[in-house]
């Protein structure tokens, strides 16, 4: 089993940039594909990117393709999403969320572990 803790949320205006992570514990972080999923108000979750094991494969949604990175440090038991070009429509709780599987995957119902969420605004 892995607990999942995301950080990094925030206020940030249109154009900005943030970084969330998300720290593993429990199982070491390698043995999981590893997704972030957001929640919009008054919305569905939805995938928003997802890296493989060992890091070496990424899959995005096309609304941040070119604008998110997904990436992993094994070694540090994290995963990261760095947010560039922010736009009011990312404004959402984002979702770190593990699957015991190599990966990527972007079904919601693939993944059986979750973090509690970190809230971006986007907004001037």
């Known amino acids: 089993q892995v607990q999942l803790v995301e950080s990094g949320g925030g206020l940030v205006q249109p154009g900005g940039s943030l970084r969330l992570s998300c720290a593993a514990s429990?199982?070491?972080?390698?043995?999981?594909?590893m997704g972030w999923f957001r929640q919009p108000p008054g919305k569905e979750r939805e995938f928003v990117a997802a890296i493989s094991r060992s890091g070496g494969s990424t899959y995005y949604a096309d609304s941040v393709k070119g604008r998110f990175t997904i990436s992993r440090d094994n070694a540090k038991n994290t995963v990261y999403l760095q947010m560039n070009s922010l736009k009011p429509e990312d404004t959402a709780v984002y979702y770190c969320?593990?699957?015991?599987?190599?990966?990527?995957?972007?079904?919601?119902?693939?993944?059986?572990?979750w973090g509690q969420g970190t809230q971006v605004t986007v907004s001037s």
């Open positions: 969320a593990a699957a015991f599987r190599q990966g990527p995957i972007s079904g919601l119902k693939d993944y059986g572990y």
């Open positions: 429990g199982r070491t972080v390698s043995m999981y594909a």
